[in-house]
């Protein structure tokens, strides 16, 4: 039996279909101020949105949740606050915020309950991902990492090798470190976001830089999202299936 009555249930219910169309609002907004980080409208975006999670999530049970959209809240609201000639600039800002709002975005993945799988037959197949990464031990890591989450993973070396493993070897995700040898994530996903054929194929840019210069252009290029690599590793994961999925709407 349950401790609520069906009113609630299904209230509930309602809440957790709610959370892949939360997470999306958020990773745009986020998106819209890191490319215009002195639009005052992309910062007031994000904070409604998150100020709006911060108390709906905690009374659906969600607390964890509600904490990391409190955070973000509260980091806002307390630059916007301070007087304009004290504040910090907007780059430190967005540069604060950056590990706070991934693991915000990772967590609306953790805390969907995972829907009960019929039959071995119907599950669907794992995602099959490209990581395009020039150090070949660091590769073998993450790859190796990826896959223990359930991920099939491919190493390319370049963009030379990336192309050429496109044709051969078809995948939902790409995975491109920002600084690869003569060449960089945004110059490689500009060329993607040119192919047509690849237009459901997410990329998600992974590097050690935070410096918002370089998220700016790697999203500006077509990436989808930006993670950190010293992140936890589930937030790689949650970024890759949370873009494969609205990839494919397209």
């Known amino acids: 039996m349950t401790d609520h009555p069906p009113a609630f249930d299904l209230l509930h219910q309602r809440y957790v279909d709610s959370f892949a169309r939360k997470r999306e609002e958020i990773e745009q907004a986020w998106k819209r101020m890191l490319l215009m980080p002195e639009e005052e409208a992309a910062r007031a975006d994000l904070q409604r949105l998150v100020h709006r999670l911060s108390g709906s999530a905690p009374a659906y049970g969600f607390d964890a949740l509600g904490a990391l959209a409190r955070t973000v809240d509260e980091r806002l609201a307390g630059w916007q606050r301070t007087p304009a000639h004290r504040r910090e600039p ?5 540069n604060d915020l950056q590990a706070p709002i991934q693991r915000l975005l990772a967590a609306f993945t953790a805390q969907a309950p995972k829907a009960p799988v019929a039959a071995t037959a119907d ?3 794992p995602l099959r991902v490209i990581l395009v990464e020039d150090d070949g031990e660091q590769a073998a890591q993450l790859a190796a990492t990826l896959e223990r989450h359930g991920l099939i993973v491919r190493h390319a070396a370049d963009s030379a090798a990336l192309w050429q493993m496109l044709v051969t070897w078809p995948c939902q995700a790409i995975v491109l470190d920002y600084w690869l040898h003569g060449e960089t ?3 490689v996903a500009g060329m ?12 998600v840019c ?16 077509g990436c989808d999202a930006f993670v950190l690599k010293n992140a936890p590793v589930e937030h790689l994961v949650a970024a890759i299936r949370a873009h494969v999925a609205s990839r494919q709407t397209l």
């Open 90 to 94: 907007t780059i430190t800002l967005a």
């Open 123 to 125: 599950a669907a197949p």
């Open 185 to 187: 994530a945004a110059e």
């Open 192 to 203: 993607l976001q040119r192919e047509s054929s690849f237009a459901r194929v997410a990329r």
């Open 206 to 221: 992974l590097t050690a830089d935070i410096g918002l210069p370089l998220q700016q252009a790697a999203l500006s290029a």
